[in-house]
């Protein structure tokens, strides 16, 4: 049959090409068709008006003629229906084929020989019932060799020198800094973009012009979410017995005065006052707005890192004291409470002290 011999053909090592077109690229074995004649490609070549195979001025360098135009010959009786084929391009598994069908598959080409429906086991080359639906017709060539290698590029023109940061740990008010030094405060860690001696007004991220000599390199993270209780420890070895302790009236006042203003600034009328800094100062308790009577009267203190250090309660009806000292540690985190009270115990004066962690 007319499919079967350009099978043989084709498998041979040619490739069949179609109708010959001006500017197109052609490798050794190409098949052309030209004004009715057959011609296979002799060499790799681009071409042109000049290498048209049959007419070209130089087509025979190019070209050599497989099989030639017939003359016109008697009229014949007729012959039976001959095959024809449907190229399809790049087969699909969603696509369905019929006898003659060609495809290409994995750099080969293939034609069909049943109607059918495409699927992974009917792949062309590769699935388990390929020969039952399909024939190779061209199979895909072998890799050439690796090409010699290129020459070296020329070099690139070099770049700029980068920055280099100088880490200072935890931004101090006493310091003096320059620019790319790198400080940590308050969880955040800021650059600084000026040469300057540090102050609270440019304290990283709280100072009110912080901005002038520092940007912000990396901001403080969200406090996550908190983790799983973890198990009961064991339980330690008892102490060796405590000294007897003393219990006087002054130790009644620490907790007594503690209650007695928290029950006040729930119910009764407060009166705050602020420093420059926006920082609480004074805290005042009366009766009722009026203002007339004064129940309490609080002062606060605070360290150059506007942190709280201590408190100061006055009861005004007997002019109790109430002093309590905050510590920190260097993380500034809050360590213990230390507090104190004073009273008149009779005629004189006493205190006593107590201290708990936070």
């Known amino acids: 049959m007319l499919r079967d011999t350009i099978i043989n053909r084709l498998s041979s090592g040619s490739n069949w090409r179609g109708q010959w077109v001006d500017g197109t690229a052609y490798v050794t074995n190409d098949l052309v068709q030209n004004d009715g004649s057959t011609y296979i490609a002799t060499q790799d070549h ?7 195979p049959g007419d070209g001025t130089a087509w025979t360098t190019v070209w050599d003629l497989v099989a030639a135009k017939g003359d016109k010959g008697d009229p014949g009786e007729d012959g039976e229906d001959g095959e024809s084929f449907i190229w399809r391009g790049l087969w699909s598994d969603s696509s369905s084929y019929i006898i003659n069908d060609v495809v290409y598959n994995n750099g080969s080409s293939y034609i069909a020989t049943l109607n059918h429906d495409a699927s992974s086991s009917t792949e062309p080359g590769d699935g388990t019932a390929w020969t039952v ?53 308050n969880g955040s860690s800021y650059i600084a973009t000026e040469d300057h001696d540090a102050s609270l007004a440019t304290e990283p991220g709280d100072g009110t012009a912080w901005i002038v000599v520092w940007n912000l390199m990396a901001a403080r993270g969200e406090k996550g979410d908190q983790g799983e209780k973890g198990d009961k420890g064991d339980t330690g070895d008892q102490g060796p017995p405590g000294q007897d302790g003393v219990y006087d009236r002054c130790d009644e006042l620490i907790m007594e005065m503690e209650m007695e203003f928290k029950t006040s600034y729930l119910c009764y009328y407060k009166a705050f006052t602020y420093d420059t800094k ?16 004064r129940l309490f009267h609080k002062e606060f203190y605070y360290n150059l890192s506007k942190q709280l250090i201590r408190t100061e309660l006055t009861r005004i009806s007997d002019g109790a004291l109430l002093i309590s000292d905050f510590d920190y540690d260097s ?17 004189s004066s006493s205190s006593s002290s107590s201290s708990s962690s936070p």
């Open 278 to 293: 926006s920082q609480l100062t004074d805290l005042d308790i009366y009766t009722d707005t009026t203002a007339n009577v």
């Open 46 to 52: 681009v071409s042109s008006p000049a290498t048209e």
């Open 133 to 185: 639906v399909w024939d190779i017709m061209a199979l895909k060539g072998e890799k050439g060799d690796k090409g010699d290698p290129g020459q070296d590029g020329t070099d690139g023109i070099d770049g700029e020198d980068g920055e280099s940061f100088i880490w200072r740990g935890d931004w101090s008010d006493s310091s003096s800094y320059i620019i790319n030094d790198v400080v940590y405060n």
């Open 331 to 347: 993380k500034k985190n809050l360590i213990s409470i230390e507090r104190s009270g004073y009273c008149s115990c009779s005629s």
